[in-house]
């Protein structure tokens, strides 16, 4: 069904123009409960939505979203292995990569998909032992020092930005590195300060035919071969794909490949075997408390009921601010310098997920899915963008995330670091009005034609919408239950849009086009069938 044809949804329309004329501190002043009214826990986690534009109503209405589009039985169906990604007749499994053997079969086709993942964690676990232990050696008998990932999208972005999160957990004698842009410079730049006697490439591709992943690939084993010689290969090379052929066509041995499925899709692949290099960052004990945390985030999202469902409700407060108060973006901002990579992370999860406009039925969407998603680690961004979220007059609902602990502790660092995180959503909420100012400005003892010359600047309108979730710490198990906490954010997101999150056709369509003007650049083509931008910009390249 539509949704925006629901009771619901016109009942959520209604609380959304009732909402516009109240702020958010009136609503604080209204209500001495409201925190404990419009925040949840999870297993030491606070989830803080409190300064979000809502009412104990308004969050009654949008329950009702969630049985409305029965998001029961859509979890049902993802659990099931039903092939929900309908688009590419797949299921959408990825639960699955860390669902523990001792609790019991999941069915893929009616196959127990559980001995194939535990036996390529196994395999996984195996080869970090040897690398690790110093066993595995190059070509010419020295221990790897240095691990490249070649791999882009779900194939990076993932295992890059848990490596950085998890930098307090990292192996001291391994350092691990990743490479995913087509241009040059990254490989190079990567490859300046490593020797090819210690280096070990995970060519990292579902599909082993992309083209990013496939260039710098071929690049790397240059750079080996040119050193070391073609039989070097088999031992500075290794593959993770659901496509064996292409590996083995590469040069690498079989043995030295790790396989998952395509019942993963690339941006939940992080708890696959893609995520070997996190492995090699972190040992395999982290790894599988990363695979532990994410588990136990599964069954509290299975099992909780709405109100107090995590991945619920940051979906719940998402489809709010974007459908019934129009924002069309979420700021994510993490107070964890650990955490730096993970709004990059979220804009492929999110928005390759969301970034729809066709529904189940082969409609066009009635209503706007998936936001922008950026963002930046404080307190970095708010030396650069935070002016604009405070004075920009734009809807720019916020997400904070921010630990009790430290993962590196360094006196002095980390209560400062909790001040600015809780100071920006105070001030976001509260903003500070004309009055305020000009009293404040006036009790500073500055000239009265100066105060009123610099209170309107000095102002901020406030009524800035934000969450803010608190952790314990960031360690592997928290790492991986936020990281599926986001994902099944999406999938509830998706089920009350109507959209399948994970196909990502848009994506396609630019890489069909770039193959199509491949020749053209290279001259083997003519491009009398471009558009006169598209002919003029490769005219210019080509000098013609
Ligand atoms: O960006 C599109 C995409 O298909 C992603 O979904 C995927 O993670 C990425 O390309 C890389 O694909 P592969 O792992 O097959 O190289």
């Not at 993962?407 to 001030?427: I, R, T, V, W, Y």
């Not at 309107?456 to 979730?469: A, V």
Request: proline share 5%; glycine share 8%.
């Amino acid at each position: 069904m539509k949704p925006a044809t629901t009771a619901p949804w016109e009942a959520l329309t209604r609380a959304a123009d009732a909402s516009r004329n109240v702020h958010l501190r009136d609503m604080f002043a209204a209500d001495a409960q409201r925190f404990s009214h419009l925040s949840t826990s999870w297993n030491g986690w606070l989830l803080d939505y409190s300064k979000q534009r809502v009412s104990t109503a308004t969050m009654g209405l949008l329950h009702g979203l969630w049985q409305g589009a029965d998001v029961p039985g859509w979890i049902v169906r993802m659990r099931a292995g039903e092939a929900i990604n309908h688009t590419e007749g797949r299921a959408a499994l990825h639960i699955a990569l860390r669902h523990p053997a001792s609790k019991g079969p999941l069915l893929h086709a009616g196959q127990d998909v559980m001995p194939g993942v535990h036996g390529e964690l196994d395999k996984m676990q195996r080869f970090a032992a040897q690398i690790h232990g110093r066993h595995w050696r190059g070509a010419t008998g020295e221990p790897i020092t240095d691990i490249v990932n070649i791999g882009i999208g779900g194939s990076d972005l993932g295992p890059r930005m848990a490596t950085q999160a998890l930098a307090a957990f990292r192996h001291p004698d391994l350092r691990v590195h990743y490479v995913a842009n087509l241009d040059g410079a990254d490989l190079v730049t990567v490859l300046a300060g490593l020797q090819p006697r210690t280096t070990l490439f995970i060519i990292a591709s579902k599909t082993f035919t992309t083209q990013e992943t496939m260039q710098n690939a071929a690049s790397a084993r240059n750079w080996l071969v040119q050193a070391l010689g073609e039989a070097a290969v088999a031992r500075h090379f290794v593959a993770v794909s659901t496509n064996l052929a292409e590996v083995a066509r590469f040069g690498i041995d079989p043995a030295n490949a790790f396989a998952f499925w395509d019942w993963v899709g690339g941006r939940y692949s992080l708890w696959s075997v893609i995520g070997l290099p996190l492995a090699l960052a972190v040992g395999c004990d982290n790894f599988r408390q990363l695979l532990a945390g994410a588990h136990a985030m599964d069954e509290h999202f299975f099992s909780a009921p709405v109100a107090e469902n995590l991945p619920g409700l940051l979906a719940l407060l998402e489809i709010w601010n974007t459908n019934f108060l129009g924002a069309e973006s979420r700021a994510v901002l993490p107070y964890s310098q650990s955490l730096a990579l993970l709004p990059r992370y979220l804009q492929q999860l999110e928005m390759e997920s969301s970034g729809k406009q066709t529904d189940r039925q082969g409609m066009p969407l009635t209503c706007a899915s998936g936001p922008v998603i950026w963002g930046e680690a404080g307190t970095n961004g708010q030396h650069a963008f935070y002016q604009l979220i405070h004075q920009g007059g734009r809807l720019l609902p916020c997400e904070f995330i921010v630990c009790k602990q430290p993962d590196f502790a360094l006196p002095g660092h980390h209560e400062k670091l909790l001040a600015n995180c809780f100071a920006q959503s105070e001030a976001l909420m509260r903003g500070k009005t004309l009055a305020e100012t000009t009293a404040e400005l006036a009790a500073s003892g500055m000239a009265a034609d100066q105060v009123a010359m610099l209170a309107p600047y000095r102002s901020f309108p406030g009524n800035q919408p934000s969450t803010t979730l608190l952790l314990p710490r960031l360690d592997p198990f928290a790492l991986g239950a936020l990281l599926a906490l986001y994902e099944h954010k999406v999938f509830v997101e998706s089920v009350i849009w109507d959209i399948n999150p994970f196909d990502q056709w848009g994506v396609e369509y630019g890489k069909q086009l770039a193959s199509r003007l491949l020749p053209v650049i290279v001259g083997t083509a003519s491009g009398e069938h471009l558009d006169s931008s598209t002919a003029g910009l490769v005219a210019a390249c080509r000098g013609t």
